[in-house]
């Protein structure tokens, strides 16, 4: 039973893998930021083109 005690509290202690989570967790803020500023400048960049397309001859 201490074995399993000694080996469930190196599994709790053990901090290899939080690097890693945090990469993922700020990839995934800064993907959600680009996906918000897309879809909130979308309609505006796609009004913009559409007035210099109908400008040109």
Known sequence: MSKLLASSTGFLRDDRGVTS??????????????????????ETVQGMYEQIAARMP
């Open 21 to 42: 989570i945090e990469y993922a967790l700020l990839g995934s803020l800064i993907a959600m930021a680009i996906v918000g500023s897309v879809s909130a400048l979308g």
